[in-house]
């Protein structure tokens, strides 16, 4: 693989990691957490932010966060598109699980041509949503992203359908699958525990029985339910 090529698979993991980042909540990265998302070192992750700004891609002051220019993020948008359409095609037709399919899309998306992804989501027909519930954008880069309210942040007494979950750790995804916790599950938010303790929460059954769970707050900050 040419350096030329090496180079460009870069920009597109940053360009798509910054637009991740702000997808569902407000707060700009910053060069420190691009560089923890990234796994790699803040000297690195700063080089690589002046050859993006350079570009056109995105904009930084000193000290300051990154934004992605409206250049930035169609290239992210493409790069979200790739991998996410690779994703549920992993599990649609290969039968990977949900926690297993992140780190082969890393690799799938830089290397498959726009004829064989745009074949592949003719085949899903035209899928708006990946396994863990993030968007698919469309090939003209609009998305439709439902409105939700992160779980750890829902008031006691909410109830909602689960839309998103983050697929960051797959042990949790794991962890989450034997609670019966996935995408479009019903959740009621029964209360927290006394002194910082777990969120208290019931998940809907097939038949309407259900159960209870106590999720601690990394569960909690990682899944999103519905406000509609």
Known sequence: MSPQAVDGMAVEDYVKTI???TEWQR????????????????????????????????????????????EGTALALRMVRRHRLIETWL?????????????EAEVLEHAMSDRLLDAIAEQLGQPVRDPHGDPIPAADGSVAR??????LGA???????VV???????????YLTGESITVD???????????????????A????????????????????????
């Not at 008031?155 to 359908?161: A, C, E, F, L, T």
């Not at 697929?167 to 949790?172: E, G, T």
């Not at 599950?185 to 998940?203: C, K, N, Q, S, Y």
């Not at 097939?206 to 406000?227: K, Q, R």
């Open 19 to 21: 637009y991740s980042h």
């Open 27 to 70: 707060d700009a990265i910053t060069p420190s957490e691009l560089a923890s998302r990234l796994g790699l070192a803040p000297s690195s992750v700063t080089e690589m932010i002046k050859k993006l700004s350079r570009s056109g891609l995105v904009v930084h002051v000193p000290y300051g966060p990154v934004t992605l220019t409206a």
């Open 91 to 103: 599990v649609e037709r290969f039968g990977y699980g949900w926690d297993e399919v992140h780190v």
């Open 146 to 151: 439902p409105p939700a309210l992160l779980l």
């Open 155 to 161: 008031p006691d007494g909410s109830r909602g359908m």
């Open 164 to 174: 998103r979950i983050s697929d960051r750790d797959p042990a949790l995804l794991r």
């Open 185 to 203: 599950v019903d959740i009621t938010v029964l209360g927290r525990h006394p002194f910082g303790g777990a969120l208290a929460v019931r998940i």
């Open 205 to 228: 059954g097939v038949e309407g029985a259900g159960h209870e769970v106590d999720l601690g707050a990394e569960a909690a900050a990682a899944i999103w339910i519905s406000t509609g």
